[in-house]
């Protein structure tokens, strides 16, 4: 049995996929062509929708200082994840994160993580004490 803290990573982070994917990945028909999370998240009691809602386009600020929009991840399934490095749970799901992003980062599915209400230093700070190497953004 995982501890709670695993236990509720997890779900955190397949619901923050879930909702991602309502967002952001383009619609499929029939189960033939169910994207390839579906049966994972089905068997965590999610519900995967057949016909993903559409978002409006916005631009992000790199902590590199580049800015991108979220159509340059037009055809990925992007799992939006907001943070702050003053959140304890924020701060436990991010490992997750980065051994996900590791894992599927060749497929057509990307993190974006967020970094709500904090200075730039600040943010750049933490990721270069922890190390982490999923696209992330200032708010």
Known sequence: MKPA??????LSLAAALLISSIAFASAESGDEAA????????????????????????ELLA???KKSKLSDERGKIV??????????????????LETLWRKTKDR?????????????????????????SYPLFLD
Do not use: H, Q
């Not at 068997?43 to 057949?50: E, H, I, Q, S």
């Not at 799992?79 to 997750?96: G, I, K, S, V």
């Open 63 to 65: 902590l590199d200082g």
């Open 79 to 96: 799992l939006l994840n907001f943070w702050a490095t003053w959140c304890p749970p924020c701060r436990a799901e991010m490992p997750d």
């Open 108 to 132: 057509s599915f990307t993190i974006l993580g967020v970094s709500v209400g904090e200075k730039e230093a600040t943010v750049k700070g933490f990721i270069a004490k922890e190390g982490y």
């Open 35 to 58: 994207p390839w999370y579906k049966k994972g998240l089905e068997k965590l009691g999610f519900t995967v929708f057949p016909k993903p809602v559409e978002v409006g386009d916005y």
């Open 5 to 10: 803290g695993s236990r509720f990573r997890l």
